[in-house]
């Protein structure tokens, strides 16, 4: 298949693109990745492909990106303690320039848009991957993500020496409540009585919110709101946002990008930083005003969902970590792989094994938040 390489989204043809991705995908359009590479995230370097077909017609289109990313990223408290003290003296261990396709800031399964066979286009994206690592020197090649609407991949991706390897799951909520009055009413009483009382005690607290659509002028303190709890977060640390982030969102992805306020007594203390996607509505970040263990991210957590209810989404993904609070309030914990690779062959065999012992996915069991099993799809089933 012949691809075209671009280092810049500006370069991408716009109606190409935009026709290729017609029914995708927000988080695979050209406004969204627009988005992400001016935000100057890390040290992220991109490039976007186009594939053709022999008679020039466009086939896909994918994005990839060099960054330099830890390997021990879902490590273990032993191993992070370790990794930790070693680092005080050696900062760079275990840190890696990596070639990486996928979406940076959120999640999309399969990581590409395709025009033609999802298979055919995914050995022509292996090619490219390879070549670019190669010529570049990165050791590691890295595709993500892939939840259960894209299992079929995993068959091609062994065949040419990726190793196919749990992530940390996503965690989607089905949206099928009239009200939040409903929603609460359809919980067991167990999970509805401490959903309350967290929520009696922001309200007791002066806790309210509000969404907006624009909040561009919002950009630095909402940036460092969002620092607060990376800076403080125990599990899963990548991305480091920039407030140039917040303000390109909400300027280029115009209604789609939203943001819950929370105020305590007038004062500004935390946000959900939020996007409609075609019927789903994504939670992508949550920011707070000081890291404290209190009651403010089950109230955000709540009414994240009760907006999702208010927009008329059909699904809710909540993102990855804080599990418990998360499936206390009903949402499905959905699997993740990603197909991992070393460029060099002798090292490959190895790299599957290295990387499941140094990173630890947690374990989630299903909770009986509802009172009955509502009969609805599941995410996978209708993505």
């Known amino acids: 298949m012949k691809s075209i390489v671009f280092t810049r989204i500006g370069d991408v043809p716009e109606?190409?693109?935009?026709?290729l991705n017609a029914q995708g995908s927000v988080t695979m359009s050209r406004a969204f990745w627009s988005v992400v590479e001016k935000s100057d995230l890390n040290d992220f370097t991109y490039s976007h492909v186009?594939?053709?077909?022999?008679?020039?017609?466009?086939?896909?289109?994918?994005?990839?990106?060099?960054?330099?990313?830890?390997?021990a990223i879902f490590a273990p408290k032993s191993v992070r303690f370790l990794l930790n003290a070693v680092r005080s003296v050696w900062p760079g261990f275990l840190k890696l320039k990596m070639l990486e396709c996928g979406t940076p800031v959120t999640i999309t399964s399969?990581?590409?848009?395709?025009?033609?066979?999802?298979?055919?286009?995914?050995?022509?994206?292996?090619?490219?991957?390879?070549?670019?690592?190669?010529?570049?020197?990165?050791?590691?090649?890295?595709?993500?993500?892939?939840?259960?609407?894209?299992?079929?991949?995993?068959?091609?991706?062994?065949?040419?020496?990726?190793?196919?390897?749990?992530?940390?799951?996503?965690?989607?909520?089905?949206?099928?409540?009239a009200s939040p009055e409903a929603y609460r009413q359809s919980m067991r009483s167990y999970y509805r009585s401490k959903l309350q009382k967290h929520l009696k005690r922001n309200i007791e607290a002066g806790v309210y919110h509000e969404l907006v659509d624009d909040f561009a002028d919002m950009a630095d303190i909402l940036c460092r709101q969002w620092m607060v709890v990376h800076t403080h977060a125990k599990e899963f640390q990548r991305?480091?946002?920039?407030?140039?982030?917040?303000?390109?969102?909400?300027?280029?992805?115009?209604?789609?990008?939203?943001?819950?306020l929370f105020y305590k007594d007038d004062e500004l203390v935390g946000h959900a930083l939020l996007l409609m996607d075609g019927e789903m509505l994504r939670w992508l970040y949550v920011g707070r005003e000081v890291a404290v263990n209190d009651s403010l991210y089950?109230?955000?957590?709540?009414?994240?969902?009760?907006?999702?209810?208010?927009?008329?989404?059909?699904?809710?993904?909540?993102?990855?970590?804080?599990?418990?609070?998360?499936?206390?309030?009903?949402?499905?914990?959905?699997?993740?792989?990603?197909?991992?690779?070393?460029t060099w062959r002798f090292i490959n065999p190895f790299v599957g094994l290295g990387y499941r012992l140094l990173n630890h996915i947690p374990e989630t069991h299903p909770r009986p938040v509802f009172k009955a099993a509502a009969t609805k799809e599941t995410h996978h089933d209708r993505r």
């Open 15 to 19: 109606k190409v693109w935009d026709a």
């Open 110 to 177: 399969p990581p590409f848009i395709s025009s033609t066979s999802r298979e055919r286009l995914l050995e022509s994206i292996m090619d490219i991957l390879q070549q670019t690592a190669r010529r570049d020197g990165h050791l590691l090649i890295i595709l993500r993500d892939f939840e259960p609407n894209a299992q079929e991949f995993r068959g091609p991706l062994q065949k040419r020496g990726y190793h196919w390897i749990e992530s940390l799951p996503n965690t989607y909520m089905d949206i099928i409540w």
């Open 298 to 342: 089950i109230y955000i957590a709540y009414t994240v969902i009760e907006s999702a209810i208010l927009l008329g989404a059909k699904q809710l993904e909540m993102g990855l970590t804080t599990y418990a609070i998360k499936q206390d309030l009903g949402a499905e914990v959905v699997p993740i792989q990603m197909a991992l690779r070393a």
């Open 50 to 71: 186009l594939f053709l077909e022999d008679d020039g017609t466009p086939a896909g289109i994918v994005s990839f990106y060099a960054v330099t990313t830890d390997i």
């Open 239 to 260: 991305e480091v946002l920039t407030h140039e982030f917040y303000r390109t969102l909400s300027e280029e992805m115009g209604s789609d990008s939203k943001v819950l």
